[in-house]
Every structure is written in structure tokens, then in C-alpha cells.
Nanobody
């Protein structure tokens, strides 16, 4: 059974930083497409970042240069380092794994397995 458990969310002021973690179980992370996706109530999900391996990272334009996605295979953990946060980054952030319909590993894709989410709130 695949399990994804996020942590690291919280409340910060604009300009601050947070690091989200996603611990995985029941799956081999090494060659899997993994993603961070965010959503606010009443709005569509937005893929933020994806990774298969080092050098394959993809980001939505609004977070380029501020967010960094990474995998630690020894710890079975996916990370999202978020710097220079602004109020538009406020959302529930979900960890996701596996492509639902195939295709390239990129934020615009849809994903197979999901965690429960961790809330990020950025105040101005």
C-alpha cells in the first residue's frame, strides 16, 4: 500500500521560508515521477513542481527561482524548499506520486497517489 505523509507547513510572513517534507512508504521513489501540488478551497489544483531524478526538475512559472524540489532516496522523502514566500503561495500543499495517464513528468500532469496535505499560510 502506497503511503505519502506530508509535514512542514505553517504560517509565515511574506519573504519567509518553509521546507515541506513527504515521507513515502510502499513504493520505490527512485524512478518515480513525484510532485508537489497546491490547492485553495473553491479553486483548481495547481501543480507546483515535479521531479524524477536530479536534473529533471520542472516548476510552474510562478515559483521558479524561489522553490526547489528534491528527493532523498536514503530517507524515502520528497522535499520542497520554499523561499521568498508571498501571500499568493497560501494553499494546502499535497505530495503526489506516479503519473495517472502517462506522458512527461511535469507540473501540468495528473498524478496517481496523493498525501493528505499540509497547510501553508503566508501573511503580508
Amino acid at each position: 500500500q502506497v503511503q505519502l505523509v506530508e509535514s512542514g507547513g505553517g504560517s509565515v510572513q511574506a519573504g519567509g521560508s518553509l521546507r515541506l517534507s513527504c515521507v513515502t512508504a510502499g513504493v520505490t521513489m527512485g524512478s518515480a515521477c513525484m510532485a508537489w501540488v497546491r490547492q485553495n478551497p473553491g479553486k483548481e489544483r495547481e501543480g507546483v513542481a515535479t521531479i524524477v531524478h536530479l536534473g529533471s526538475e520542472r516548476y510552474v512559472d510562478s515559483v521558479k527561482g524561489r522553490f526547489t524540489i528534491s528527493k532523498d532516496l536514503a530517507k524515502n522523502t520528497l522535499y520542497l524548499q520554499m523561499n521568498n514566500l508571498n501571500p499568493d503561495d497560501t494553499a494546502m500543499y499535497y505530495c503526489a506520486l506516479g503519473l495517472r495517464r502517462g506522458g512527461p513528468c511535469q507540473p501540468q500532469n495528473d498524478f496517481l497517489y496523493w498525501g493528505q496535505g499540509t497547510q501553508v499560510t503566508v501573511s503580508s
